[in-house]
């Protein structure tokens, strides 16, 4: 079983920068493919950015690219989420995921079900 601690969220205007943590304990062997996923109210969950073994496969939705950038330390089994250029859209609780699996898998893993270790997630608005 591996467990996630999401963290790192708040309150920021629009164009400022966050950065979220999700700490990972357990058989963290099992989080070969760990992502980020964002839900707004009223919307279904979705996958902003994931990361394979933190070895240089990193994988993007198109609406973060180029602002939001994912990284695992895995000496402190750890992942990252640099969020800059924040939009008002942005605002969600964003959830850490953990999966098993292969680079080729990790590359489409995108929906909720593929994932089976979740963090609590982490609320972060973007108002001014």
């Known amino acids: 079983e591996v467990r996630l601690v999401a963290s790192g969220g708040g309150l920021v205007q629009p164009g400022e920068s966050l950065k979220l943590s999700c700490a990972a304990s357990g058989f963290t062997l099992l989080a070969n493919c760990m992502a980020w996923f964002r839900q707004a109210p009223g919307k279904e969950r979705e996958r902003v950015a994931s990361?394979?073994?933190?070895?240089?496969?990193?994988y993007y939705a198109d609406s973060v690219k180029g602002r939001f950038a994912i990284s695992r330390d895995k000496a402190k089994n750890t992942l990252y989420l640099q969020m800059n250029s924040l939009k008002p859209e942005d605002a969600a609780m964003y959830y850490c995921?953990?999966?098993?699996?292969?680079?080729?898998?990790?590359?489409?893993?995108?929906?909720?079900?593929?994932?089976?270790?979740w963090g609590q997630g982490t609320q972060v608005t973007v108002s001014s």
């Open positions: 990361d394979y073994t933190g070895g240089g496969s990193t």
């Open positions: 995921a953990a999966a098993p699996g292969s680079r080729f898998w990790c590359a489409g893993a995108t929906r909720v079900e593929d994932f089976e270790y």
